[in-house]
């Protein structure tokens, strides 16, 4: 087994570019599994300037998701017992019937969950139908990740949650930046500077007092304390599990204390809201690291 990273590139200004998973395939072998952006061209002009000797390319496989609480017993179905073996955020390479995988236990919805990447894409057909295959019995229909469970574990979408004029800092993800390596990388300098001069905005955890909310925010969410705006919500859902209207949202630091009530203007109407602990559910990823 190979380790797997979740990882955050950044500009010169220390703005996120991209937040994807990164996968060591071999020791000088890296795959980057990419949120809603490019980088490719981004990462080809650093190679060009960084006089390393790395070649940068798009690898042709075509990623798919299976999540949800019985994918593990798919997964079985397809691999085998010693795929209950795979840690999660490791990864692991396999052949399935003359169809060559990487298999990676991580995915973009806070459940029991593998990404799979296809590796030939001439297969693409044959191991679609033996995964749908193996999922009759349980349902396995193909589909988005539930938004309402990446919201409930606190999970980024980038060009809502976070995008190139959010930093780590903001978003919580301190742990992901290491300013005091020797090992320089693009954004440092600036990172450094944010981090001396603290932020100015939090992301925080949000519940919506109002009825259940029809559908996930299409539009960002005016949030107002004394008729000021200090924030917005950026992802908002109801959560059938937690009886709840729960939401993420960037506001001014120092309003991002939990148990801070303010008004937000939804769709639907204008309702308080209070700060509260995120993830909403299952902080400590017990589910998918089962």
Same mark, same amino acid.
């Given at each position: ?7 955050? !590139?950044?500009?010169? *200004? /220390? @703005?996120? +570019? ?9 020791? $000088?072998? #890296?795959? &980057? ?114 938004? !309402?469970?990446?919201? *409930? /574990? @606190?999970? +980024? ?9 959010? $930093?780590? #800092?903001? &978003? ?114 017990? !589910?998918?690291?089962?």
């Amino acid at each position: 087994m190979v380790n797997v990273r979740y990882v955050l !590139i950044t500009n010169n *200004e /220390g @703005g996120i +570019l991209n937040d994807p998973v990164l996968l060591r395939l071999a020791e $000088n072998h #890296f795959w &980057l599994s990419l949120a809603d952006s490019d980088v490719l061209l981004w990462a080809q002009g650093v190679a060009v300037n960084s006089g390393l000797n790395v070649q940068i390319k798009e690898p042709d496989v075509s990623p798919l998701q299976l999540q949800g609480p019985t994918s593990g017993e798919i997964m079985v179905k397809l691999f085998g017992e010693d795929i209950k073996d795979l840690k999660y955020y490791w990864l692991r390479e396999y052949n399935l019937d003359g169809i060559p995988l990487i298999v990676s236990r991580t995915g973009w919805s806070s459940e029991l969950g593998y990404e799979i990447y296809l590796r030939d894409g001439s297969k693409g057909n044959e191991l679609y139908e033996k995964i749908m295959e193996a999922g009759k019995e349980h349902g396995l229909q193909p589909g988005h990740t539930s938004s !309402i469970r990446r919201i *409930e /574990g @606190g999970m +980024l979408s980038y060009h809502a949650d976070a995008d190139i004029n959010t $930093n780590p #800092f903001e &978003l919580g993800l301190d742990r992901l930046v290491s300013l005091e390596s020797d090992i320089n990388f693009v954004g440092k300098d600036a990172l450094k500077k944010i981090k001396q001069n603290g932020i100015t905005r939090k992301q925080v955890g949000l519940e919506i007092d109002c009825k259940p909310l029809k559908g996930p925010n299409t539009t960002f969410w005016k949030i107002t304390k004394d008729d000021n705006q200090i924030g917005k919500v950026t992802s908002a859902v109801y959560s059938p599990r937690l009886k709840k209207n729960i939401a993420l949202a960037m506001i001014s630091v120092e309003h991002s204390e939990i148990g801070n009530e303010f008004k937000v203007t939804t769709s639907e109407g204008i309702f308080g809201c209070t700060v509260v602990e995120k993830p909403f559910y299952d902080p400590k990823k017990k !589910i998918a690291n089962s």
